[in-house]
């Protein structure tokens, strides 16, 4: 189990055997690298950790764990934490101000002890088998190892990963393995687990604390408290970096962190050739206005596509984004510079960055106008109008996502309109003895998203919103981010999500979030005067990966293959009907690249993990005159790093 995982800690390893307990450890030393040796013992032996991640606010905690008597080995945070329970027990985690997942044996009350950060900003997996024995680890593959379970689909989690990129809550594609949700403590006795949850930020969303401050006082505190959880970050006796997309998020982070440092910082760009998925020229803008130290790698589809196998195996589950292919090879570069790099991840989810979040608004706010001001039979008379109109039209397939044909709710305007396969298209997609099989609530994609929207209904829209996505869709991009940096064995520090700076943003007006069609519009008159105008006033761009191109071109053998191919098939999932009209919708020109991409990710999955293929092989089945065609880059291409 712990050697699976050496590519997350080359550095050290550990292993800790107490009869029937044991510990692993693979350590990437950051902090004091020449001690802090883990499983970690107390002075009297009777408490055991093993720990990944780094608590920023150990220093300070260190002096008063210090004048209460405790002594040190070491000037590791990993002591910190383990003093730290040995105090306060199950209350430790609300005194670390960082990111963490850690696991503490008590042998004498022959307990064990498992906690994971506030965002889930490190992984934490966990089998409980009918005997009651407990295996947990940082990744899937770990307790596969283990023989903690045999690897098979989890059918009922397949809805919500066909609507939402991933599992959304605890439940994970592999039956019987599960994740420790963010905030949450497992305590494991005699063969009973219990989980408490120790944090939420739902409170800070409705506490409507900075209502009626002046604009500029909440700017200043924004900035302020942006530049602390960045300076925290930079706690490390190893380089560090920063992965530059030519955004806003990564911008901010860059030139707060220049003015922090004396030498210039280190920065790591990643794009394809296409000029459409190439943003390198404003990564470079805010480079030059910083004087960092830049790399970038460009990566060609040849490599993209080769990697495909061995990423799927890294992230455990299907890859939710085309985007951590590329955050792998932007990983792997900045490890032959860094072994730390701080990441823009959680400022979308925290400063309502994303499109969907004002079109959601105003278009639900419009919606409900129009049910309460519109009479049904002219409503009905507009719905089949927008019917009439040509199927395939771009006007038509506009109309259909506004109030104007859909119900004026979260689910059928947010969850319905953002989703992969949205509620519709599964009703067509899965095999009826596959839905009879799951049945009732197995079936609803949105169960878990539900329940955080209707946690408080006392809240704006936009906070439910956005308190619903912290919840969800930021695990999966946070599982992303670590999965792909750690594959390269570099660790990624994400300062949006210090918890303190969370708590204030949870709390700011929704003007302060989204005002008009501006977004994040406290962090932009933060920056103001700071970053280039032509960052200030990008819009979000996503990371661009040009796969629906790919899959219509040299790349169409990977929908051959993976997605109508008879081994897919045989699975009995899918209709193939519907899925052999999507991808030749597809080919014709309509845009399924999100679907197909997560059909071809799961069928890769489904090889590597239940039919146990090679992993370094499961790519290369592709008819060898394609693969010439695939293997040659276009003659503008400039591939590796520059």
Known sequence: MRNVLRHRGPDDCGLYLDG???????????????????????????????????????????TELEACGHRYRTR????????????????????????????????REREL????????VKPLYYVLTEDGSLYFASEIKALLAGNAVAPQLNAAALPDYLA???????????EGVRRLPPGCTLRWRDGAVQIEPYWDLHPMFSSNANDGRPERDLVAEFGSRFREAVQLRLMADVPLGVFLSGGI????????????????????????????????????????????DHHEVVVSPSEFVAQLGRLVWQEDEPIAHPSSVALYFVSRLAAEHVKVVLTGEGSDEMLAGYGRYRTTVYNLALGRAYERCTPR????????????????????????????????????????????????????????????????????????????????DDRSLLDRLLYADTKTYLHELLMKQDQMSMAASIESRVPFLDHPLAEFVAGLPDRMKLRGWTTKYVLRQAM??????????????????????WLRRAYRWLVDEYVLGDRAASRGLFVPDVVRRMAAAHHAGENHS?????????????????????VDHVIAAEPVSLRRAALAPPRHARAGSA
């Open 20 to 62: 029937s307990v044991g510990l692993g450890h693979q350590r990437l030393s950051i902090v004091d690298i020449a001690a802090g040796h883990q499983p970690m013992l107390s002075d009297d032996e009777n408490l055991c950790i093993v720990y990944n991640g780094e608590v920023y606010n150990h220093p300070t905690l260190r």
């Open 76 to 107: 590791c945070d990993t002591e910190t934490v383990l003093h730290l329970y040995a105090r306060h027990g199950s209350e430790a985690p609300r005194h670390l101000r960082g990111m963490f997942a850690f696991a503490i044996w008590n042998r």
């Open 113 to 120: 002890f498992l906690a994971r950060d506030r965002f889930g």
């Open 164 to 174: 939402n990129h991933a599992p959304s809550g605890a439940e994970t594609l592999f």
């Open 249 to 292: 998020d990564s911008a901010a982070i860059a030139g707060t962190m220049s003015s922090l440092v004396d030498a210039p910082i280190r920065t790591f760009s990643v794009a394809f050739a296409e000029r459409n998925a190439n943003e390198l020229p404003y990564a470079r803008m805010v480079a030059e206005r910083f004087r960092t």
């Open 377 to 456: 039979p002219l409503r009905s008379a507009v719905r089949s109008a927008i019917d009439a109109l040509a199927h395939r039209s771009t006007l038509a397939r506009k109309f259909k996502r506004t109030s104007l044909y859909l119900p004026a709710n979260i689910t059928s305007l947010y969850c319905d309109n953002f989703a992969v396969f949205s509620r519709s298209w599964q009703a067509d997609l899965l095999r009826p003895a596959l839905r009879a099989r799951l049945g009732g609530m197995s079936l609803d994609p949105y169960a878990v998203h539900r329940a955080h929207f209707e946690f408080g």
């Open 528 to 549: 103001r005067g700071q970053l280039p105008a032509e960052i200030l006033g990008r819009r979000k761009m996503g990371f661009p990966v040009p796969v629906g191109r």
């Open 594 to 614: 999100e679907r197909l991409w997560s059909l071809i990710n799961l069928e890769i999955w489904q090889r590597i993990f239940v039919d146990g293929e090679d």
